[in-house]
């Protein structure tokens, strides 16, 4: 009679948190609209709130940044998601000292 083998812990468990986890926090990040329509100023047209657009994305690519650890996962999903926040603020930082508001969703 054999005894049974002994049983292996499975990646897939682990695997599957570390992607729920980087989707997760994928949906944290957030995108820069340079559209025109995210931001207002009075007396201000399209194209010259998108020219301002352009100028904070370009001020703010520096900020957030982080070491690039190499580690993967759920390490790199935390990393990027701040690196991505810190862009974001930048970016509403520069807007807002360009005299912009939030444009009202709707």
């Avoid at 049983?7 to 025109?36: N, V």
């Amino acid at each position: 009679m054999t005894a049974p083998a002994p049983s292996r812990p499975s990646r897939a468990l682990p695997a599957a948190l570390a992607l729920a986890a980087a989707a997760a926090l994928a949906g944290c990040t957030a995108g820069l609209d340079l559209s025109g329509r995210e931001w207002t100023r009075p007396d201000t047209g399209v194209s010259q709130v998108t020219w301002d657009e352009i100028e904070c994305v370009r001020a703010a690519s520096a900020a957030g940044r982080t070491p690039d650890l190499i580690v993967g996962g759920v390490v790199d999903a935390v990393r990027n998601a701040l690196r991505e926040s810190g862009r974001a603020a930048a970016y509403g930082r520069c807007m807002v000292g360009k005299g912009y508001q939030r444009a009202l969703a709707g």
